[in-house]
């Protein structure tokens, strides 16, 4: 079996317009992708058409994800078959706290009639949590509700640790973020990367991947990747800027 | 007793054309000890006489706009059989209840059935009704029944004064801080069976003291009525926490009808919490009567199926410098329908008052209907007052989100609406009333469709 999260000539619209035409991409496990783009170019669509945000049509393509059809899975499906996105605009939930969330996502995990073990539960929580500098009153807040946008941002990456996914897409998480929440956030995103596990980064900046150095760089533009290297296209990019890859695109 | 009382007891009353239906033809009376204080006697004759006289609620009636109607007509209501086999209530009362408890009550069919007043600080005073009128009759003159019905109840408040020797009586005097809740559980069974829980709170300067009425049935099917009043009297710097928890079966109706007198930078919290029933009317008033009172009115209601759950709300700013702070949620599935009527009203001279409404509404079905009416009304200068209503769906965001992180559709929608509720339930004081609320909330809605 393939150990990657593959996508093939995945197309995708919304409302009859084509956002992602034709977009191919192999994440194989152990590896962190970045994938780069201006405004508009489709790498939200793409994180959110993973995760499976139904506003979207998919018009062609495939996604597997360790060979199972993941287009085929209903959204908790696959966050519980390994797939985590980080959200760039994560949402409150007013009432729900913290820690009952997250049980409440572990919980889901366990076969039926299991119970999770609250002591071992709280005390990962809290060691997860010193790791990103989270004051322990998070846990009783209600989600992301009040949070400031690095400490929303904190909290997904408090929700990956928690959930240890096989696949991790990262949706501009670094936007919003003071240089020392991208540290720590970053931080905590490295101390993940595993052989066991694959990385998926998206982001408008190259900064963030000053932290967390990708194995591979892609640059999507027009809803398809248009250019592929390592990590030295990043710095490229980021000299001349995204009117270069589309200047090149054009000649 | 007097021949005046007696004698007023003795009219031959004719049933209220207005009410339809058959209504009562004498007070409902159960078993009773013979030496009530005659002021009692009389207060209760001229409160079935009052009863008799009030109108029966009227469509045209501002105070019963949208209600439905229907359910205030009751066939011949009497105080219910005594309950014999009460080993299991009590069982399910501790089970279901707060274990850490200041005294705990139990009432079946308006009948004492159990008592436990240890966790009680020196010279509390904190009795069944019966006994407190027996035991400090003046003292209970001086509070009982002392406050107009204000919101269209007057009919279920007189019948409430003419019936009621249920329920409790707690006063709590000067700087004693009592800092675990008192428990009172009324239960009601048998088709037919009224129930008057009363309770009356009276806190003194500095003193402070919650309570937690739970309402439940005997029974999945028997047609019970509750009509219930909670007078809470926080005297100045005092604080009163009250909470009535409505779980009662399907069939049956409840009224209950709150009110509050706040005193001097006293504070009062009045709370409903409604998980069952047929029908539901409940009227909370809260009187600022001095600057500094602070009043906060909460509630958190979860209908579905054909439940209709009727509030109305008065916050009544009689003094300067005066707060108010007023949260209704209601989440509906099904067919639910929900009214919510509240006035903020600031009397003239009450300046400097800051009084606040809001009464969201989550809905969970098309069919579900919610009637919100907020209102103001100010007569003083340097005001701060906002009100608001809204209703809404749950968003697909939100759904997405926690569906996002393994969570099912159906669960991540209950953790949402409960999530709703619980904002209204966590302004209430005490972690374990808190968690015994939400964990009755969480089992409603496992049960849910």
Same mark, same amino acid.
């Given at each position: 079996?393939?150990?990657?999260?593959?996508?093939?000539?995945?197309?995708?619209?919304?409302?009859?317009?084509?956002?992602?035409?034709?977009? =191919?991409?192999?994440?194989?496990?152990?590896?962190?992708?970045?994938?780069?783009?201006?405004?508009?170019?489709?790498?939200?669509?793409?994180?959110?058409?993973?995760?499976?945000? $139904?506003?979207?049509?998919? =018009?062609?393509?495939?996604?597997?994800?360790?060979?199972?059809?993941?287009?085929?899975?209903?959204?908790?499906?696959?966050?519980?078959?390994?797939?985590?996105?980080?959200?760039?605009?994560?949402? $409150?939930?007013?009432?729900?706290?913290?820690?009952?969330?997250?049980?409440?996502?572990?919980?889901?995990?366990?076969?039926?009639?299991?119970?999770?073990?609250?002591?071992?539960?709280?005390?990962?929580?809290?060691?997860?949590?010193?790791?990103?500098?989270?004051?322990?009153?998070? =846990?009783?807040?209600?989600?992301?509700?009040?949070?400031?946008?690095? $400490?929303?941002?904190?909290?997904?990456?408090?929700?990956?640790?928690?959930?240890?996914? =096989?696949?991790?897409?990262?949706?501009?998480?670094?936007?919003?973020?003071?240089?020392?929440?991208?540290?720590?956030?970053?931080?905590?995103?490295?101390?993940?990367?595993?052989?066991?596990?694959?990385?998926?980064?998206?982001?408008?900046?190259?900064?963030?991947?000053?932290?967390?150095?990708?194995?591979?760089?892609?640059?999507?533009?027009?809803?398809?990747?248009?250019?592929?290297?390592?990590?030295?296209?990043?710095?490229?990019?980021?000299?001349?800027?995204?009117?270069?890859?589309?200047? $090149?695109?054009?000649? | 007793?007097?021949?005046?009382?007696?004698?007023?007891?003795?009219?031959?009353?004719?049933?209220?054309?207005?009410?339809?239906?058959?209504?009562?033809?004498?007070?409902?009376?159960?078993?009773?000890?013979?030496?009530?204080?005659?002021?009692?006697?009389?207060?209760?004759?001229?409160?079935?006489?009052?009863?008799?006289?009030?109108?029966?609620?009227?469509?045209?009636?501002?105070?019963?706009?949208?209600?439905?109607?229907?359910?205030?007509?009751?066939?011949?209501?009497?105080?219910?059989?005594?309950?014999?086999?009460?080993?299991?209530?009590?069982?399910?009362?501790?089970?279901?209840?707060?274990?850490?408890?200041?005294?705990?009550?139990?009432?079946?069919?308006?009948?004492?059935?159990?008592?436990?007043?240890?966790?009680?600080?020196?010279?509390?005073?904190?009795?069944?009704?019966?006994?407190?009128?027996?035991?400090?009759?003046?003292?209970?003159?001086?509070?009982?029944?002392?406050?107009?019905?204000?919101?269209?109840?007057?009919?279920?408040?007189?019948?409430?004064?003419?019936?009621?020797?249920?329920?409790?009586?707690?006063?709590?005097?000067?700087?004693?801080?009592?800092?675990?809740?008192?428990?009172?559980?009324?239960?009601?069974?048998? &088709?037919?069976?009224?129930?008057?829980?009363?309770?009356?709170?009276?806190?003194?300067?500095?003193?402070?003291?919650?309570?937690?009425?739970?309402?439940?049935?005997?029974?999945?099917?028997?047609?019970?009525?509750?009509?219930?009043?909670?007078?809470?009297?926080?005297?100045?710097?005092?604080?009163?926490?009250?909470?009535?928890?409505?779980?009662?079966?399907?069939?049956?109706?409840?009224?209950?009808?709150?009110?509050?007198?706040?005193?001097?930078?006293?504070?009062?919290?009045?709370?409903?919490?409604?998980?069952?029933?047929?029908?539901?009317?409940?009227?909370?008033?809260?009187?600022?009567?001095?600057?500094?009172?602070?009043?906060?009115?909460?509630?958190?209601?979860?209908?579905?199926?054909?439940?209709?759950?009727?509030?109305?709300?008065?916050?009544?700013?009689?003094?300067?410098?005066?707060?108010?702070?007023?949260?209704?949620?209601?989440?509906?599935?099904?067919?639910?329908?929900?009214?919510?009527?509240?006035?903020?009203?600031?009397?003239?001279?009450?300046?400097?008052?800051?009084?606040?409404?809001?009464?969201?509404?989550?809905?969970?079905?098309?069919?579900?209907?919610?009637?919100?009416?907020?209102?103001?009304?100010? &007569?003083?200068?340097?005001?701060?007052?906002?009100?608001?209503?809204?209703?809404?769906?749950?968003?697909?965001?939100?759904?997405?989100?926690?569906?996002?992180?393994?969570?099912?559709?159906?669960?991540?929608?209950?953790?949402?609406?409960?999530?709703?509720?619980?904002?209204?339930?966590?302004?209430?004081?005490?972690?374990?009333?808190?968690?015994?609320?939400?964990?009755?909330?969480?089992?409603?809605?496992?049960?849910?469709?």
């Amino acid at each position: 079996m393939n150990q990657s999260l593959s996508i093939n000539d995945l197309h995708v619209s919304v409302d009859g317009t084509e956002i992602i035409k034709g977009l =191919t991409l192999d994440i194989p496990k152990g590896e962190v992708h970045a994938i780069m783009g201006p405004n508009g170019s489709g790498k939200s669509t793409l994180a959110k058409v993973l995760a499976g945000n $139904e506003e979207y049509e998919i =018009t062609g393509g495939s996604v597997l994800m360790d060979g199972q059809d993941l287009l085929g899975m209903e959204i908790d499906e696959r966050s519980r078959a390994g797939l985590f996105l980080a959200f760039q605009y994560p949402h $409150e939930i007013p009432g729900v706290s913290n820690a009952n969330f997250l049980r409440a996502a572990l919980q889901a995990r366990l076969p039926k009639g299991e119970e999770i073990d609250a002591v071992a539960f709280y005390k990962q929580m809290y060691a997860r949590m010193d790791e990103l500098e989270m004051d322990r009153k998070f =846990t009783g807040r209600s989600v992301n509700e009040g949070f400031s946008g690095g $400490e929303k941002k904190r909290n997904e990456i408090l929700q990956m640790m928690m959930l240890e996914p =096989t696949y991790a897409i990262l949706d501009e998480t670094d936007s919003g973020l003071d240089i020392d929440a991208l540290r720590i956030v970053s931080q905590g995103v490295n101390a993940m990367r595993s052989p066991e596990r694959g990385f998926l980064v998206i982001t408008h900046y190259q900064r963030l991947l000053d932290y967390i150095v990708p194995d591979k760089v892609h640059v999507m533009f027009d809803g398809r990747i248009i250019r592929s290297g390592d990590k030295e296209l990043a710095l490229e990019l980021e000299e001349k800027g995204y009117d270069w890859v589309k200047e $090149e695109l054009a000649a | 007793m007097s021949n005046a009382v007696a004698e007023i007891e003795s009219l031959q009353p004719e049933p209220s054309a207005e009410f339809q239906g058959d209504w009562f033809t004498a007070p409902p009376r159960h078993e009773e000890p013979e030496n009530l204080p005659s002021w009692y006697l009389e207060l209760r004759a001229q409160a079935w006489h009052q009863f008799l006289e009030t109108p029966a609620p009227f469509r045209t009636d501002e105070n019963w706009r949208f209600a439905n109607l229907k359910q205030v007509e009751f066939a011949s209501l009497k105080t219910g059989e005594i309950v014999d086999e009460i080993d299991p209530i009590i069982a399910e009362t501790r089970e279901r209840g707060l274990r850490d408890v200041a005294a705990r009550f139990i009432f079946a069919n308006n009948r004492l059935v159990l008592s436990e007043t240890d966790g009680l600080p020196e010279g509390v005073i904190c009795e069944p009704l019966i006994d407190a009128l027996l035991a400090h009759p003046e003292l209970v003159r001086t509070h009982f029944m002392q406050e107009p019905a204000r919101l269209g109840g007057a009919k279920f408040a007189a019948l409430h004064g003419s019936a009621t020797l249920s329920g409790i009586f707690v006063h709590v005097p000067k700087n004693v801080v009592i800092e675990k809740p008192i428990e009172v559980a009324h239960w009601a069974g048998g &088709d037919g069976t009224t129930i008057f829980p009363h309770a009356l709170v009276i806190a003194e300067a500095g003193a402070s003291v919650s309570v937690v009425e739970r309402h439940r049935s005997l029974n999945e099917s028997d047609a019970t009525l509750t009509i219930g009043l909670a007078d809470l009297a926080p005297e100045d710097g005092g604080q009163v926490q009250y909470v009535c928890v409505q779980h009662l079966n399907d069939h049956s109706r409840q009224v209950q009808l709150n009110g509050t007198r706040v005193g001097r930078d006293a504070k009062a919290v009045s709370g409903f919490v409604n998980l069952g029933a047929k029908w539901i009317r409940n009227e909370s008033v809260s009187r600022l009567t001095a600057p500094g009172a602070d009043s906060r009115m909460l509630s958190a209601n979860l209908a579905d199926g054909d439940q209709e759950f009727d509030q109305r709300t008065l916050q009544l700013h009689e003094a300067q410098h005066t707060f108010s702070d007023l949260l209704y949620k209601n989440a509906l599935y099904d067919h639910a329908r929900t009214i919510f009527s509240g006035l903020i009203q600031v009397m003239p001279g009450a300046h400097y008052t800051d009084a606040y409404q809001k009464c969201r509404n989550l809905l969970g079905s098309d069919e579900a209907e919610a009637n919100s009416m907020p209102g103001l009304e100010i &007569d003083a200068d340097q005001v701060k007052c906002s009100h608001g209503a809204t209703s809404g769906q749950i968003s697909d965001e939100e759904i997405f989100y926690l569906m996002a992180r393994g969570i099912p559709a159906q669960r991540a929608r209950q953790m949402i609406s409960q999530g709703f509720l619980n904002e209204a339930i966590s302004h209430l004081a005490g972690e374990e009333l808190r968690d015994a609320i939400e964990q009755r909330f969480e089992e409603r809605f496992a049960v849910l469709a």
